[in-house]
């Protein structure tokens, strides 16, 4: 099985929670794991804004990159991003959800182009088939 790695799963990794755990065994027992580039913005943004430091969260991102294969956005993506992103607002305003990200969107479609499932805890993907839940 091919995953597709959201911040959600990276940042429990890195602090060493339960969910981290088995988010790492989950890469670890997968044909191949891929964070799209979004991700890496993701994660940045959260430990400097946390006040992580730039050479710790250059690191992190580093980790993500060697064992990750990256995945940008191209037009194929771009055009899936839309389409999961009206499909994950109908979802987010019928479980009375805030509005999903455009990442969240970037993220399934990276996972719908490879035929992967989303790694994460994020409850915009919660229950969608092609998603490995981290949560509760």
């Not at 979004?38 to 959260?46: D, G, I, N, P, S």
Request: hydrophobic content about 45%; charged content about 30%; proline content about 4%.
């Amino acid at each position: 099985m091919k995953i597709v790695a959201d911040a959600y799963a990276w940042v429990e990794l890195f602090a060493g929670t339960p969910k981290g755990e088995f988010a790492k065994k989950t890469m670890e027992e997968a044909d191949a794991v891929i964070t799209p580039g979004t991700v890496l913005a993701e994660v940045a943004r959260k430990y400097l804004r946390e006040g992580v430091g730039e050479e710790t969260t250059r690191k992190r991102l580093s980790t993500i990159l060697e064992a990750s294969e990256p995945a940008c956005v191209d037009d194929e993506v771009a055009i899936g991003a839309g389409k999961a992103y009206l499909r994950l607002e109908k979802q987010a305003r019928e479980a009375g959800l805030r509005k999903p990200s455009l990442f969240d969107a970037v993220v399934l479609a990276v996972a719908m182009k490879n035929d992967g499932k989303v790694l994460t805890g994020d409850a915009h993907f919660e229950g969608l088939p092609n998603t490995v839940w981290m949560g509760t």
